[in-house]
């Protein structure tokens, strides 16, 4: 007997949702927009971004590099008052640009494979930054 309530309920309410799907689609697709009713909406612009004057490239390593050397040469080019901040899996380094903006510097690298992460910061904040993967392999290919 309880069973029967239970599933003569449950048939109930599925019925109901059924017919409130209907009633709600016929109601939709019967309603009839005025050309007076719609609104212009006009967004305002928003301002464009500053460009920043601060850059970074970076001459060397090549990304994705295969060397047999744990040491290599970090080259590159920033903003001159820039600091340039470098970060390997086991060390960090902090270069200073000449004031042309060049920067170079000698970085020991891990057996295997190593991300590289070159972050420049301006003295205003804003911040540049540059990954690279260099893998270190004294298999010859």
């Known amino acids: 007997m309880k069973t029967e ?3 003569i309920s449950f048939i109930a309410v599925v ?15 019967t309603k009839v927009i005025k050309e007076t009713d719609l609104k212009n909406i006009k967004t305002p612009l928003s301002p464009t971004p500053k ?4 850059f970074i490239t970076l ?9 047999d050397k744990r040491t290599i040469t970090l080259s590159g080019t920033t903003t001159p008052n820039a600091t340039v901040i470098v970060t390997t899996m086991t060390n960090d380094y902090m ?3 000449t004031p042309t903006g060049s920067f170079s510097s000698s970085i020991v690298l891990e057996n295997g494979q190593n991300e590289i992460t070159i972050l420049a910061v301006a003295q205003n904040g ?5 990954v690279r993967t ?3 392999s004294s298999e010859t290919f």
């Open 51 to 54: 460009k920043s004057s601060l």
């Open 126 to 130: 804003e911040e540049e930054k540059i």
């Open 134 to 136: 260099v893998t270190v």
């Open 5 to 7: 309530k239970v599933v």
């Open 59 to 67: 001459d060397s390593p090549k990304d994705e590099e295969v060397t």
């Open 95 to 97: 270069l200073t640009p």
């Open 15 to 29: 019925i109901g949702i059924f017919v409130a799907a209907i009633g709600f689609y016929f109601y939709q697709t």
